[in-house]
């Protein structure tokens, strides 16, 4: 058999259904073996945007996601969206070409030790040096990239391997199932849990998958321990429940702060210090159990007492079935913390005032959002207002990346969830900023016939960093820019443009664009005026008074 219709039957056996990228002539042999295969290529306009569709793929799915490129050029462009992946703990392979390596005439015309280079920022990396190779390399990479804590792969496919003659053997999956936690360390957590007189949940990344979201949320109302989420945990527990009280946006400063100040054991599920830590811990006031498939990594703000290690969903069951409400649990500071907060939301979500107000917009969005329907946003000031203020009922509803927190994913991811979930409503959410990094993208959406919604948030500058600048008491400078006129520009791609004049023109026009299967942007002018002011001052003020 050749191997590169080894390699692809590999990868159907694996049950990928796609493959994104960009070939290059080393990759023709696995193009034409991917022609008649079962799987289906997602040609796109950059390698990175790629590989950000693949990571998402992984994320939502929790199946390897696939993407391919050339060597050298091609393989330099994954980089970055290795390093989502990797960070993000999404289960990705990456599949690149080289030049042969048997014998070459070209020198080192576009040579890079691509797998090398992959090192650092991957789980596992390698050249296929041979056809007879391919069944346990491809196997081994699936492995890696899915066991916990899930992550980016590479293989190198030179082009004189994929073209060589090799027996036809595959390596089937074995049956395996996650480890639990052993029964001692349940124990040891059911007893501080009921010991503590104030214990807070905190759901982070890991545990932002179906089964964990049940178990979290049988967990939740069963013994209406109160909650709070990291960016990244949004919607493992339907955030408009009462005993929600805040998900860690902001470093301090905020309610939830203080609801984390206040107890005196937090329960984490699913956070690991990749994220931006939610909560610092500084000495040993606090107690912290340590809930995840993987061992915490310590760090000096991170040092948890106790650990759960093994299965999430299994791990919140077992704790569940032992754990017995106490009359001596105190709860009654959350209360004060939830009450100030639910004062506090809805300050801006009726303000006129154009260009349209965050506080306005995130309301806005929720408000035409189905429970099931997926925002997908890019980096900038903006997803710490979503964060902060858009509550999440389903897990995977807000996809944002506060790992790697790269821009330019905020499409790409887009378009990936419209691919796993056709039938649910997509928006993406950018900034002028973020989105023009993979803008040409628009062309592929359209090319898909993706039924698919952008928001521009448009402030003619990279307005996070201005925030900070201005935060951090410096002169204005270095971070305005001008842009394209965005309705001609994605008319230009063959999608339908948009802009808003007034701040009520929002809602109507976003339900008009779910009826009409079209790939639609919408330009959105921003005032970020007052972000500072309120993400730094006032916010602080009023929590500091609970
Ligand atoms: C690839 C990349 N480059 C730079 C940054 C640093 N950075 C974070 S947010 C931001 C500005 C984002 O601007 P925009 O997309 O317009 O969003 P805004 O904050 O203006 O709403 C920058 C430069 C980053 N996170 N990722
Ligand atoms: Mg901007």
Known sequence: MKASDLFVKALEQEGVEYIFGIPGEENLDLLESLRTSSI???????????????????RLTGKVGVC???L????????????????????????????????????????????????PITKYTAQIVSGERIASQVREAFRIASAERPGAVHLELPEDIADEETSPNLITESYIRRPTAEEKSIKHAVDMIELAKSPLLLIGAAANRKMSSKMLTQFVDELNIPFVTTQMGKGVVDETKALFLGNTTLSDGDFVHRAIAHADLIINVGHDVVEKPPFFMRDNDKKVIHINYNAAEVDPVYFPQVEVIGDIANSIWAIKEKLQPQKHWDFSYFDKVKAAEEKELPHGCNDDRFPIYPQRLVSDVRK???????????????????????KAQLPNTVLLDNALATMGAGLPSAM??????????????????????NSQELETAVRLNQHLIILILRDDAYGMIKWKQANMNFEEFGLDYGNPDYVKYVE???GKGHRIKAADELIPLIEKCMQDHAVHLIDVPIDYSENDEILNNQLRKLSAKV
């Open 492 to 494: 230009a791609y063959g």
């Open 368 to 390: 035409v959002m189905p429970k099931d329907g997926i925002i997908a946003l890019d980096n900038g000031v903006y997803k710490i207002w979503f964060a902060r203020n858009y």
């Open 68 to 70: 391919m490129s050339t």
């Open 72 to 119: 050298g050029p091609g393989a330099t462009n994954f980089v970055t969206a290795a390093a989502y992946a990797q960070l993000g703990a999404m289960p990705m392979l990456m599949i690149t070409g080289q030049k042969p390596i048997k014998a070459s005439k070209q020198g080192r015309f576009q040579v890079l030790d691509v797998v090398d280079m992959m090192r």
């Open 40 to 58: 289906k290529l997602i040609l796109t306009r950059h390698e990175q945007a790629a590989g950000f569709m693949a990571a998402t793929y992984g």
């Open 416 to 437: 990936a969830s419209k691919l796993v979930y056709p039938d649910r409503p997509v928006i993406s959410i950018c900034g002028d900023g973020g989105f023009m990094m």
